[in-house]
């Protein structure tokens, strides 16, 4: 997965339990974050994490497309990411609402889709 892609979602992840939203859903592969992470999060940012897992991009994809789930974060691998764009699946980051923005590397804050 492309570097920009992880920084992007990152960002997003941290951005996921803000007031007034008290839960945030994940959807994501399978083992790929550990359950001391999410635990970790839910503690520090006091919401609760509902992790919905896939096994392939293909199931990402089909479920996302079928309606099967309302997500604030998606791990994508970047070669599906066209699709996503295309389709209309994806929310643009509100870049105001990044507080920690200036940390950011800007090459990951306009990836080439």
Do not use: I
């Amino acid at each position: 997965m492309r570097r920009w892609v992880l920084g992007l979602l990152g960002a997003t992840f941290l951005l996921g339990c803000g007031a007034p939203k008290p839960e945030l859903h994940l959807f994501c592969w399978n083992d790929y974050l550990s359950q001391e992470v999410l635990d970790g999060f839910a503690r520090e940012h006091s919401c609760k994490v509902t992790l919905s897992l896939y096994e392939s991009s293909q199931d990402m994809l089909a479920k996302l497309l079928a309606g099967g789930g309302t997500y604030d974060v998606v791990f994508p691998s970047d070669d599906f990411m066209p699709a996503l764009v295309e389709k209309g699946l994806l929310q643009k980051l509100d870049m105001q609402k990044l507080g920690n923005r200036s940390n950011l590397d800007a090459r990951y804050l306009t990836p080439p889709l």
